[in-house]
């Protein structure tokens, strides 16, 4: 949004500003939310949790390090440093090229902990076991199942009143409720249809783009074959 501004635009364009731009959308906008969804929702996917003390000191080193990274390079493309260069002759830039070395530095001790973290996990994973299937005591139903889920998600379709549905069953004391009558479930077979239609899709799609509009009946009657062969 920034260097949608022409005026901006033209001041900052190719200039350390634009890398500090592009890794602030990337970092704090993208990474740091997969990195809360990866901590969150591990134990979910894999019944165990991960450890604590070491998600927590690569939390700080990620947020310290991006700051000390990238907070100098918006600096100095203001200073009018290009991006990209070989060698540079400011002595003016060199403090802040220091700090943001530093910072980098700082980042990938981040990194190397959350290894050490997943590390530390898998060998503790007999201990750290889930057993309730809600460990953050969370708001949402997939917290009400087993960890990890069963392939049938849910005994019985649970009823919802609410936008959070866990929570509102926890207020009201029924969340936990052994169901009076369970019902057969339906249970689809095992099918490499939504690989092969998946795979259709992916080349329909490179097709259109590209306009290579001949590939387009194939997709549909490979799509059309794999469905009938396998469902």
């Given at each position: ?34 990195l ?65 070395a ?6 990938l ?19 750290r ?9 969370s ?12 392939s ?18 926890k ?30 899709a ?18 549909f ?11």
């Open positions: 949004m920034l260097l949608a501004m022409p005026p901006a635009d033209y001041l900052m364009h190719n200039t350390t500003f634009l890398v500090a731009h592009f890794h602030n959308m990337l970092i704090p906008g993208a990474l740091f939310g997969y809360a969804g990866y901590q969150y929702w591990f134990p979910k996917a894999f019944g165990f949790t991960l450890a604590q003390r070491w998600g927590k000191a690569a939390f700080w080193c990620w947020i310290i390090g991006f700051y000390l990274a990238f907070m100098p390079l918006y600096a100095l493309g203001l200073m009018g440093m290009p991006r990209r260069l070989e060698h540079y002759n400011n002595a003016e830039w060199q403090p802040y090229l220091i700090v943001a530093i910072g980098t530095v700082v980042i001790v981040g990194l190397t902990l959350l290894v050490v973290q997943l590390v530390v996990s898998v060998r503790q994973c007999d201990r076991r889930d057993t309730t299937g809600d460990p953050w005591q708001r949402t139903l997939e917290w009400l199942t087993s960890s990890p889920p069963p049938y998600n849910f005994a019985i379709i649970p009823e919802v009143r609410d936008r959070d549905a866990f929570y509102d069953m207020q009201r004391r029924v969340a936990y409720d052994v169901p009076r009558q369970y019902y057969d479930i339906h249970m689809p077979t095992s099918t490499a249809a939504g690989v092969m239609l998946g795979g259709a992916f080349v329909l799609g490179f097709a259109m783009v590209a306009h290579l509009v001949a590939r387009a009946p194939f997709c009657w490979w799509s059309r074959r794999f469905y009938r062969a396998f469902i």
